[in-house]
């Protein structure tokens, strides 16, 4: 009785041995991966869910690591992935519902801080984007303020107003442009506020169209915003506000997001069909410095599932469109600067912000 | 670009309130009013004590009422085409059970909803259709809410219930009203009521609760017989508790992640029920019955668990619901009987947010829903030869919502809809045979007053069901039915702002059933032996779900089937043991194959969110003359919290086991609990902790005796 028992528990053991091997093997392979040339991808989540992820590819060997930061660090990045971008040599990750700023070191993905964001009160002021000039980084608060981060001491130095629900934030020429939403609000926000980063305080806010998302400029110091609208009778709206005069012009671009790199805007937009699944899926070119459109579509790939962000690399040009359902992992598929597609990896769920990274 | 937070918060209040809305749906009640009444009530219940005194108990004829109740309910259960699995007072006492999603727990094919804490919402599902198709039937008239579609079982107490039960498909008994037709299953509750005895007329229990966490719950039950033609009772109950328990939370999907002991906050709530019922027999077989319910609460509610931030959730919930019913019932015949209700039900809730993000309102967010319901019934049942009986009812009812938001709602279309329901049922019964047919329509017929209704829909939905005794003198049945069923989009689904859409069809459920049940009386030393199997296949289509429509805006669409093979098991043995000492036993078994089936849907053939394919429970209690303990145990197999089955999705499954004592003495009876004896750490809902070991002791004192 005794003696079969022991041999079923080894045959078991023996058996089971195998699956182990490969379950741990693939895990391994995951915490072992080291940071080289590639990209992080920072996957948003689903809000109140917790699982905010970093994606690393690698381009040497073509692989995708599902969450670099938890491998390194044994705990998960937190809830909502707001903004991530990398300055010096570290990266620094804007979690929404945390309420906190992560600090990572790019070279090893092992967080080196987690700086909360508290307001006044000492409740969640929550971050939505993150900026940096000359040794600081600016985060942008939900709550309605800027703070201006030191990347040495890693310590917030000052917080200043701006308007309601601030989100996307852009810096030229010294100044630091907010987008304010007024997300929160009984009636949206449709103003950008202009902070001189010199004094850090505000000059003045800029009416633009409702609902301001994506903000950006170009090598000239203009600044483009893709504005959402109210979802409902006002339309969003690509518009610019000029250098210098702080003039707005309309855009007649159709625009949901957008990145500029050299002197080109890439613009990815789409329509709907008749079930509200993504239809129409471009990417378009327009050109900053001549201020026109050179291409209403350069890709010809069949997209999957609705594009979520859109960011290009400084170096190669080479343009990152990460598409999501919402449900599961996303993808992100890279194409040339021509439209042509280089190559599409797995990321998590709801990636939203590309950072580049050379060793 | 991320998703725009506004539209993201709107949508998780979106799903916060299916949540909240439904079980906690009302509020604004004044507490010391509140203070008042059950004071005033217990004044009342004192000078009652005193009439009761002087009424013995026929205690003979009180144990062969009882033991005539059990045989009636085995029966049920035995002969029910339609599954049905009940659970009397008694069994209720040794379940370890506070409220009734304690009790719904020990059903098989049930899954419970439960946000954690005593204020925690409850919902429950069966068979993998939504929480939606679970009618809840309160004294033969049902339960709604317009907004949310759910009933939060968190609103009724179990100190006046006399019996729980759980059909699905719909009950057996076909001189019912229409609307216990429209839903996939219904879980009945039935409160006392003091049959007419000439010998007693007064019955009534006060009882003291008090627990972990600090949950207090004092009761009072009394019921009061004038004569034959009036009968009186009374029932109220106050809860409070501060309901802060520490946890142990992972930060990530593996228990090999960091964690760290954490404590809830904003857990704690108030709340008052109380309830008034009155019945006039105008001749033995023709009565009146009044009923009034009032339900109270003020809590917080403290949200899912956020990783790094622990601030306290600022959000406040008070609540108030009130509904007053008639009930007219003339059993003139046993070719013919009749009964009519009529009812109106309250519901209203404030809900409160502090957060520094609403910067234009002064950091505060207050919004009000108010929904109302109007609701009349008609039944009528005929013999229309020997064992053929065939009935009508007809069902219609009126339902508005209204919302206001110092922020939100700002188009809101404050719809109101009129149901009208008709239904033909028809019933062959004989001792080995029994046959079940009915036809139910379904009208709905929408206004607003601002913006475009959701167009009328019409339905039909019919069902059939059979049950056989396949020998003659042994009660051992084979049963089979088929229900088609629909679920009305709510108002959420069709009005919420930015997200409703006007244009839902009601998503539409088949159910298919066969099984077996198998009722032995005979074997020695065995008092009672039920053992019931039934396998069954569920398609839901036309599913009502959210989706992207883009990255800021989503829809409620109808999309998406799901596909559902389970099979329920339950096993009930009562074993004599000694002379007068009785060992009860029960366990059930739950398989639960529910597949997404949307062509071409990425997620197609993965299992559902939430659904775990193994789950049961078993109890065991022990009697030995006035002492009785017990043994509870629930387990969940693994879940997933997305429609996404990997890792990062994945819920580890869980047993929770609890055990009590109890003993009598006199007039006094006292229960100890322990509850989540092993100290688990677990979650029901993702990021919402449950507590770990806590103690429950109550105290009760017979007023009737």
């Known amino acids: ?359 | 670009m991320p998703l725009s937070g506004h539209f993201r918060e709107l949508f998780e209040r979106f799903i916060h309130r299916q949540i909240v809305t439904t079980v906690f749906k009302n509020s604004g009640f004044h507490f010391h009013s509140s203070i008042r009444s059950f004071l005033f009530f217990s004044v009342l219940f004192c000078s009652s004590t005193a009439v009761a005194d002087e009424f013995q108990t026929d205690t003979l004829h009180t144990r062969k009422l009882k033991t005539v109740t059990v045989n009636g309910q085995r029966l049920q259960v035995a002969r029910a085409a339609m599954p049905v699995q009940i659970f009397a007072e008694k069994e209720i006492a040794t379940l370890n059970a506070v409220n009734i999603t304690d009790v719904a727990k020990y059903f098989s094919g049930v899954i419970i909803k439960d946000y954690g804490g005593i204020g925690g919402m409850k919902t429950v599902s069966l068979r993998g259709m939504g929480a939606q198709y679970t009618g809840v039937s309160y004294d033969g008239t049902m339960m709604s809410d317009i907004q949310s579609g759910q009933i939060d079982l968190g609103r009724f107490s179990l100190d006046n219930i006399a019996e729980i039960s759980l059909s699905n498909g719909q009950p057996n008994d076909i001189f019912q009203s229409a609307r216990m037709f429209s839903s996939g299953g219904v879980l009945c509750l039935k409160t006392k009521l003091l049959d007419y005895d000439k010998n007693k007329s007064f019955e009534g229990k006060a009882s003291f609760k008090a627990g972990s966490f600090g949950f207090l719950n004092p009761s009072l039950f009394i019921a009061k017989n004038f004569g034959k033609k009036w009968a009186f009772n009374l029932s109220t109950d106050a809860q409070m508790a501060n309901g802060k328990y520490t946890f142990l939370q992972y930060y990530g999907s593996s228990t090999d992640n960091l964690s760290a002991e954490l404590k809830r906050s904003n857990t704690d709530i108030t709340s008052i029920r109380s309830e008034i019922n009155a019945l006039y027999r105008i001749k033995e077989k023709e009565s009146i019955a009044l009923k009034s319910n009032f339900f109270g609460s003020e809590r917080g509610l403290p949200g899912s668990i956020t990783f790094y931030n622990t601030d306290d959730s600022q959000q406040r919930l008070k609540d108030r619901t009130f509904f007053t019913q008639i009930h007219y019932l003339n059993k003139v015949s046993d070719k013919f009987q009749h009964q009519y209700f009529a009812k109106f039900n309250l519901s209203d809730n404030y809900f409160t947010d502090i957060d520094s993000k609403y910067i234009s309102t002064n950091g505060v967010l207050n919004d009000h829903y108010l929904q109302k319901e109007y609701y009349v019934s008609a039944s009528f049942q005929y013999k229309l030869l020997e064992p053929l009986f065939i009935s009508a009812s007809t069902d219609w009812w009126y339902n508005d919502l209204t919302i206001n938001s110092n922020v939100n709602f700002k188009d809101f279309n404050y719809p109101t809809r009129n149901t009208g329901l008709a239904n033909l049922a028809t019933k062959y019964l004989t001792e080995r045979l029994t046959l079940g047919a009915n036809l139910l329509y379904t009208l709905t017929r929408e206004n607003v007053r601002t913006g475009v209704a959701s167009p009328d829909r019409d339905k039909l939905s019919p069902s059939v069901s059979a049950s056989y005794k396949l020998l003659e003198d042994k009660e051992f049945r084979i049963r089979a039915f088929y229900k088609n069923i629909y679920r009305l989009p709510t108002f959420n689904d069709l009005y919420y702002q930015e997200m409703g859409n006007k244009n839902l069809r009601p998503e539409d459920a088949n159910q298919y059933n066969i099984g077996f049940t198998y009722l032995e009386t005979e074997i020695p030393f065995l008092s009672e032996f039920i053992l019931s199997a039934d396998g069954y296949y569920n398609q839901v289509t036309d599913k009502i779900i959210a989706i992207p429509r883009d990255m800021f805006h989503w829809s409620m669409t109808n999309k998406g089937n799901v596909k559902i093979k389970g099979l329920d098991v339950n096993l009930k043995m009562n074993i004599k043991a000694g002379k007068s000492d009785l060992i009860k036993t029960k366990v059930n078994y739950s398989l639960q194959s529910a597949k997404d089936a949307t062509l071409g849907s990425d997620n197609f053939g993965e299992q559902i969110p939430y659904t775990p394919v193994h789950s049961g429970s078993g109890s065991i209690s022990y009697e030995h003359g006035k002492w009785e303990a017990g043994y509870n145990m629930i387990f969940s197999g693994v879940r997933w919290i997305g429609q996404m089955t990997d890792k990062t999705n994945k819920m580890n499954g869980y047993a929770m086991h609890s055990i009590f004592v109890s003993t009598s003495y006199k007039r006094w009876k006292v229960n100890a609990e322990i509850i989540d004896l092993f100290n688990t750490q677990y979650e029901v809902v993702k990021f919402y902790p449950m507590p770990r070991r806590n103690f429950r002791i109550s105290l009760s004192m017979d007023l009737g005796k």
């Open chain 1, 1 to 359: 009785m005794k003696t079969t028992k022991i041999i079923t528990t080894l045959l078991l053991t023996v058996l089971s041995t195998p699956i182990f091997i490969s379950c741990n093997s693939k895990d391994e392979a995951s915490s072992t991966t080291e940071v080289s040339t590639g990209v992080f991808v920072l996957n948003q989540g689903k809000y109140n869910s917790n699982n905010a992820s970093l994606t690393y590819y690698d381009f040497a060997t073509s692989f995708a690591s599902a969450d670099l930061f938890l491998d390194k660090n044994n705990r998960g990045l937190g809830d909502t992935g707001q903004d991530m971008i990398k300055y010096g040599s570290k990266i620094y990750i804007a979690m929404y519902k945390s309420s906190l700023i992560e600090v990572i070191n790019a070279q090893t993905g092992v967080s080196v801080k987690s700086i909360p964001m508290k307001n006044g009160a000492g409740t969640s002021s929550s971050p939505r984007s993150l900026t940096s000039a000359n040794g600081k980084v600016y985060v942008v608060l939900y709550d309605g303020h800027v703070s201006q981060l030191d990347t040495v001491s890693l310590a917030v130095e000052k917080t200043i107003a701006v308007g309601a629900n601030p989100d996307a934030s852009v810096i030229t020429n010294n100044k630091l442009y907010v987008a304010n939403t007024g997300g929160m609000a009984a009636v949206m926000d449709s103003t950008v506020s202009v902070i001189n980063l010199s004094t850090f305080t505000e000059t003045k806010k800029i009416k633009i169209n409702l609902n301001p998302g994506t903000i950006k400029a170009d090598s000239y110091g203009d600044v483009y915003v893709a504005s959402k609208g109210d979802y409902n009778l006002i339309p969003g709206k690509f518009q610019r506000i000029a250098a210098g005069t702080d003039v707005v012009t309309d855009i007649a671009v159709a625009v949901k997001n957008f990145d500029i790199i050299g002197d080109n805007a890439y613009i990815s937009n789409f329509d709907y069909d008749a079930t509200w699944q993504a239809a129409h899926k471009t990417i378009a070119v327009y050109d900053v410095k001549n201020e026109k459109l050179v291409s209403a579509n350069i890709v010809t790939t069949d997209i999957i599932k609705t594009p979520y962000c859109i960011n290009v690399d400084p170096t190669t040009k080479n343009i990152y469109l990460g598409v999501s359902d919402y449900v599961n992992n996303g993808k992100m598929y890279c194409f040339g600067q021509d439209g042509a597609l280089k190559f599409t990896f797995t990321t998590g769920l709801n990636p939203t912000k590309v950072v580049f990274i050379t060793k």
